[in-house]
């Protein structure tokens, strides 16, 4: 406490001993060490007070211009706190102290240099004080993500609820400096550098994902708006490097993603924001009115940012709906009107040169993600939107690519179409949109590639055919049919393929006699190029396949079906049976269940 000197010398020697707890870096993974820094009991006596006073002289001075040697003494200390958090037993007791406040203080100050744009600063090396900065972040992570989830979630990897239960030391309370700091760093930012605020959004997406205690507290009006703020400002580059621009917007999607996800797992009386507001503004910002713009910014190379910020806006939905509380969420978009927001996203997209097949693949995978394994969803969507009405959205974008058209098959099972044996069809009308679509595609080779597609999804097994039977596909295959002149000659022969296999589960006469007209022709003498692989068509219906079954079953495929009998004084005489055969196809495989609580078909 006397000899200032000798301080310094003992927290240098301190440091550079366990210099490898200093990862300062969020972008990477927390180093493994075998060996951990001391608990604070092991440490010099009345040593935290020393140094909580040796940080006070640092603050007051601090407007009057730190000294190198207390700007050097000043990171010295920070880097002491962070290698002491790095033992999880002191976090507690530190994050207790002020320290903290201190800290917070200080890099405000720097933060505010560091935001003007002054000719002294141009000259001035800046490097000191940016490294305090990150070392400053980097303290707070210690304290309030002592477990680095934020870290690994970044990397990929994503903690379940038994790894986080066994998490034993909990994060430091967070200091009620931390909203308004995290404001105040946002406002008149534009000459702060992009890797800071990189290294900001990264310090509040370690205390979301740090605990909820704290994240509650962190989400909050204020740090919402500061988030949707950093978004609205990542299609303006200007001069800053696109790759720091394009990291910016990510780690402020992936904050969002978090902020989601944790407001899900609270009670509202906890929460300070609600999930539809943040989502009523972001849906706000990517429709966002591009022609408000100057000219001057409405250039080729901003359309392209400002498409690929929608690609990840959208591919965000996705991410976030991708949770344990998914059905709730999955409400809460519902009655944020998302069908209508993404539906006039592309509407509004054909203004735009390039990228449009891309803007239009992401789109179609977070329709895909709202509707997942939800029948209820499904439903809001044919009567709000229709199919019909997309088909005309998506037909109005030109050309249509391979990868979009695969991605409305992947709709149609809810995974990959590769996979359908597997998945099962979950979406039909997706499948009737292609069908209807193939007599518009100007390539050849595409329609063979989608018709061979769709003959393999819809024939794999009776229960597809069964779903596409229902669905009216047969119809809908006679009407594209007619339009044989558009058509290539192996697209129409997999269409009568699929005609044939669907066929042989169930053909009206209403749908026998529009096959059959369709065999007519101007010319009586003329053969209709058709004739051939109907007839076969027919053959095929009128073949029997394997073993004899029913025509007409019961269909128990869905996890809730069953087959209701009257209570029992409502049956004739004094016994009721019921008989029937039953036919027991392998059944689809969910991956997602295929675990020890699987489901599985009972009978009674």
């Known amino acids: 406490q006397k000899d200032p000197d000798y301080l ?140 680095r989830n934020w870290r690994q979630r970044i990397a990929g990897r994503f903690l379940n609820t038994v790894e986080k239960s066994r998490q034993k030391y909990k994060p430091a309370s967070l200091t009620v400096e931390f909203v308004p700091f995290f404001y105040q760093c946002f406002q008149e930012s534009e000459h702060l550098k992009e890797s800071l605020k990189c290294c900001l959004l990264h310090l509040f997406g370690a205390i979301v994902a740090g605990g909820q205690r704290n994240a509650l507290q962190a989400v909050s009006p204020a740090t919402m708006e500061v988030l949707m703020r950093v978004l609205a400002d990542c299609d303006n580059w200007d001069d800053r490097n696109p790759e720091e621009v394009s990291r910016k917007a990510e780690l402020t999607l992936k904050c969002l993603t978090e902020v989601v996800h944790i407001l899900l797992t609270s009670s509202s009386d906890q929460r300070q924001v609600e999930t539809s507001t943040i989502l009523e503004n972001y849906f706000k910002l990517l429709n966002s009115d591009h022609s408000a713009l100057p000219n001057s910014r409405r250039c080729r190379q901003w359309e392209s940012r400002f498409i690929a910020l929608q690609i990840q806006m959208l591919n965000t939905i996705t991410a976030m709906l991708d949770c344990t509380d998914r059905p709730v969420l999955q409400a809460i978009f519902l009655n944020s009107n998302c069908f209508e927001h993404l539906i006039r996203l592309l509407q509004n997209c054909k203004v735009f040169q390039g990228h449009i097949d891309r803007l239009a693949v992401s789109t179609i995978q977070a329709l895909t993600a709202v509707m997942h394994k939800s029948p209820a969803a499904k439903e809001v969507f044919k009567e709000r939107i229709g199919y019909s009405h997309i088909y005309e959205v998506l037909k109005s974008l030109g050309q249509p690519s391979q990868e979009l058209l695969e991605e409305l098959m992947n709709m149609a099972v809810e995974g990959d179409h590769m996979a359908v044996g597997l998945l099962g069809i979950s979406n039909v009308q997706p499948l009737l949109l292609l069908i209807q679509w193939l007599p518009e ?164």
């Open 441 to 604: 595609l100007e390539s050849h080779d595409l329609q063979i590639f989608i018709s061979n597609c769709l003959r393999r999804i819809c024939c794999i097994n009776r229960q597809s055919r069964a779903t596409c039977v229902n669905a009216n596909m047969v119809i809908r295959i006679i009407e594209t049919l007619n339009s044989h002149s558009a058509l290539h000659c192996t697209c129409a022969e997999n269409l009568i393929a699929i005609l044939g296999s669907l066929g042989s589960q169930s053909m009206g006469s209403e749908e026998l006699l529009q096959l059959i007209r369709l065999l007519r022709t101007e010319e009586p003498k003329r053969a209709h190029p058709y004739v051939v692989p109907v007839m076969r068509a027919i053959l095929a219906m009128a073949r029997k396949q394997g073993m004899a079954s029913a025509l007409q079953y019961f269909n128990l495929y869905h996890s809730m079906a069953g087959i209701a009998v009257p209570s029992i004084h409502k049956w004739p005489g004094s016994a009721f049976s019921f008989n029937a055969w039953l036919c027991l196809d392998q059944d689809s495989v969910d991956p997602s269940t295929t675990s020890k609580s699987g489901k599985r078909k009972q009978l009674y």
């Open 8 to 147: 310094k010398l003992w927290l240098d020697s301190f440091v550079s001993s366990y210099e490898q707890f200093l990862d300062v870096d969020f972008e990477k993974l927390p180093t493994r060490v075998d060996d951990i820094p001391p608990g604070i009991s092991l440490l010099p006596d009345n040593i935290l007070q020393v140094l909580r006073l040796q940080l006070l002289q640092c603050v007051q001075k601090m407007s009057d211009g730190l000294e190198e040697q207390q700007q050097a003494l000043s990171l010295l200390l920070v880097k002491f706190f962070i290698i002491l958090c790095r033992n999880l037993a002191n976090v507690e007791e530190i994050g207790m102290c002020s320290y903290i406040n201190h800290v917070i203080t200080m890099t405000t100050l720097y933060i505010q240099q560091l935001k003007s744009k002054t000719k002294e600063k141009e000259v001035a090396d800046q490097t000191p004080i940016e490294e305090f900065v990150r070392h400053a972040l980097a303290f707070c992570e210690s304290l309030y993500d002592p477990y």
